[in-house]
């Protein structure tokens, strides 16, 4: 029986309870305390004010349903170890632990191609070893190691707790209904059938909104073109100091774990790159912004004050690629505008693409159970709006402007 209880009261879903010794022993670890000075949604709080929950939040969130998704599974006769329920529990509290500052908004710009979860993963090997290899079975999981491949699915997935809360609390915390998903409906149809996660056939509907919702949001939230426009700001940000940090100019120095990474990271992952990683937040680069607002370079100054300030780039989405005329005349004005040449002019002005795809069957499948035994992915059931919509990806361009 475990020693340690704590009860956590959560906005979105009431009281959640922590009563296992190892799960509290990771959520009292730094690493995973860094959670909290990391915004959930990078930016989006520009548009939307109450967007301002933390890693911490969803993190927690997404624990609280993996307990009541494996409760779930249980009661349909799942037989899930207490390890297993540990471990996944742990895979789950510890899948978004590699974020950096300003989370998907500075995603291999700050670390050039090093993925979220590869960080993740390395930061739970280093946590691993702080808690005696009490970590192995959750990163045998974590890593779809494990021959039970549904306790895998549960932590990432098509169907994951993960999408589940996050969908309902982005919701939650931006007031965007489109997002509500009825998370609690869609556990209630989870079922095991050859240690796969699947979706008992009455659940068709649930999943169905769950889907339109994910993409509803997407395009409402996520990639709401004036959070879009605040976003690529900070990483043409990032891109200046990169630049100017490269020819040794000193004075982009924060006195911060930003340092490092600008002056003396590479490349390599090790345990001391770790630990200065895990220093890092957006904390940090808020502070290393509100600095460079007075440096005179021009660029970055013009930048960290426009986004400190709310006076974003003026975007434009459309279905087709911009013509080349029109980015050249708006990259002549911009640079008639601000008294710099074109080369300038580019940090201000520019293009880009925004996809969003609602279910990839290739990737990841949602199976469907039905009564009678037989198994089909849900975008091969006989049901127009999935069948037709539910995989076509959407790609729109933007173009950033003055």
């Known amino acids: 029986m475990s020693l340690k209880r704590k009860i956590i009261n959560d906005p979105v879903y009431g009281f959640i309870t922590i009563s296992d010794d190892l ?81 998907h908004a500075l995603e291999n710009k700050f670390l050039s191609g090093v993925h979220h979860e590869t960080l993740s993963l390395q930061i739970m090997q280093v946590m691993n070893e702080d808690l005696g290899g009490q970590l192995d079975l959750a990163i045998e999981i974590f890593t779809d190691k494990y021959p039970r491949k549904f306790l895998h699915q549960l932590i990432s997935g098509q169907l994951d707790v993960d999408r589940m809360d996050y969908l309902t609390r982005d919701s939650f915390f931006t007031g965007v ?42 395009w409402q939230v996520y990639l709401h073109k004036t959070v879009m426009s605040a ?19 000193e004075a982009l120095k924060t006195g911060g774990a930003t340092d490092f990474f600008l002056y003396n990271f590479d490349g390599k992952m090790n345990r001391e790159t770790l630990n200065q990683f895990c220093q890092l937040d957006d904390i940090d680069f808020s502070f290393a912004i509100k600095r460079w607002s007075h440096h005179p370079d021009f660029v970055l100054s013009e930048l ?17 690629p911009f013509e080349a005329a029109e980015v050249q005349e708006k990259l002549a004005d911009a640079a008639k505008q601000l008294g710099v040449d074109e080369s300038i ?12 795809t609602m279910y990839q069957s290739q ?19 006989d049901n127009s709006l999935i069948h037709q919509t539910i995989s076509a990806p959407i790609k729109k361009f933007y173009i950033c402007s003055l």
């Open 23 to 103: 799960i509290f022993d990771i959520v009292a670890h730094p690493y995973y305390q860094r959670l909290r000075r990391i915004h959930q949604m990078a930016l989006a709080y520009l548009v939307y004010p109450g967007a301002v929950h933390t890693r911490l939040h969803h993190s927690l969130g997404a624990y609280h349903l993996m307990c009541l998704a494996v409760t779930e599974l249980r009661n349909k006769g799942t037989v899930i170890s207490v390890e297993e329920e540990v471990a996944v529990k742990a895979g789950i509290l510890l899948h978004d632990v590699g974020h950096g500052p300003f989370s």
């Open 177 to 218: 209904s489109e997002g509500v998903i009825g998370y609690d409906r869609i556990l209630k149809m989870l079922v095991v059938h050859e240690d796969e996660l699947m979706v008992e056939e009455k659940g068709i509907y649930s999943i169905e909104k769950f889907l339109v919702a994910r993409r509803q949001m997407y």
């Open 345 to 356: 002019a580019s940090y201000f002005v520019f293009t880009g693409t925004a996809n969003n």
């Open 363 to 381: 990737d990841e499948r949602i199976n469907i159970l039905f009564k009678d035994g037989t198994v089909k992915d849900i975008a091969a059931i």
């Open 231 to 249: 976003e690529v700001m900070l990483g043409n940000i990032l891109k200046r100091v990169r630049e100017l940090s490269a020819n040794g100019i």
């Open 304 to 320: 960290c004050k426009r986004l400190l300030n709310r006076q974003l780039l003026k975007i434009k989405l459309q279905a087709e």
